[in-house]
């Protein structure tokens, strides 16, 4: 009976055993096809390319920076924001000198004389024409250039805007200052037709007084039509006016 308990538990056991160690064996077979090449091959990613690196012109010196050119400083957005900076610091007369030296039919030639000018007091008509030529260009401006150009012609854009705005606010207050002295004058007019009307009541109102004063010191006040008429009647009206009565007969 021992013996058969025994036996029973080393068959459970075993079993047991081989269980815990087919999945080991799998696993370790796998291992190594994968180390022998036969397993499912992964691609190793390329390391991504080193992004070149731009120029930094915002250090550099003014007058060195209109005299650079060439496709890599042009097409570089820290070259013009450069010279923005630099055209704000020139005067009118510099800028516009600095500006007849680019005369070219190219976009770096239109975006550099639009950055000079702006600064230099130019006219409404003028800023709205190198506006225009700028637009002209606006499909040859490259990529990097772009967002930087698009920036710049919203803001004369907007300058364009604000001096027209001006025009009209100042014709606007030129036009209320016009209507304003003409009220004025009007009202001028007004109180000294006021005033003459006033002083023609007032003499009229003396004159009636003095009338009215000068009967009261005569007594000379008629209240009767038959004394008014006896008044202007000549004496010998009135005898005639007696003899003409018939004689009143006494019985």
């Known amino acids: ?27 370790l077979a796998g291992c190594m096809a994968d180390k022998e090449g036969y397993g499912p091959s992964v691609k190793a990613e390329a390391p991504p390319p080193l992004q070149k690196q731009m120029t930094d012109y915002l250090n550099v010196d ?7 050119k060439g496709q890599a400083a042009e097409t ?5 924001l450069r010279g923005i900076g630099c055209a704000e610091r020139l005067s009118p007369a510099d800028a516009r000198a600095l500006a007849r030296r680019w005369d070219e039919g190219t976009w770096q030639a239109a975006l550099r004389q639009s950055i000079l000018l702006a600064k230099a007091r130019i006219t409404p008509q ?8 700028l637009d002209n260009f606006s499909y040859d401006i490259p990529g990097q250039v772009r967002p930087l150009f698009q920036l710049w012609r919203d803001g004369q854009l907007r300058e364009l805007e604000l001096v027209q705005s001006r025009g009209r606010y100042a014709a606007l207050q030129q036009s209320a200052d016009r209507d304003l002295d003409a009220l004025r004058q009007r009202e001028k007019q007004l109180r000294a037709q006021l005033e003459q009307t006033t002083r023609q009541l ?16 005569s007594g000379y006040l008629p209240t009767d039509k038959n004394e008014k008429h006896d008044e202007l009647t000549a004496p010998g009206d009135k005898k005639r006016e007696n003899a003409a009565q018939p004689e009143e007969i006494t019985p």
């Open 126 to 133: 003028e800023r709205r024409l190198y506006t225009t030529k």
């Open 1 to 27: 009976m021992k013996k058969m308990m025994i036996k029973a538990a080393w068959r459970s056991a075993l079993n047991t055993a081989r269980w815990l160690i087919f999945p080991a064996a799998l696993l």
């Open 76 to 80: 570089n957005p820290l070259y013009w």
């Open 202 to 217: 007032q003499n009229l109102t003396d004159i009636e007084r003095q009338l009215s004063n000068r009967k009261t010191a």
């Open 62 to 68: 003014c007058q060195a920076l209109w005299h650079i």
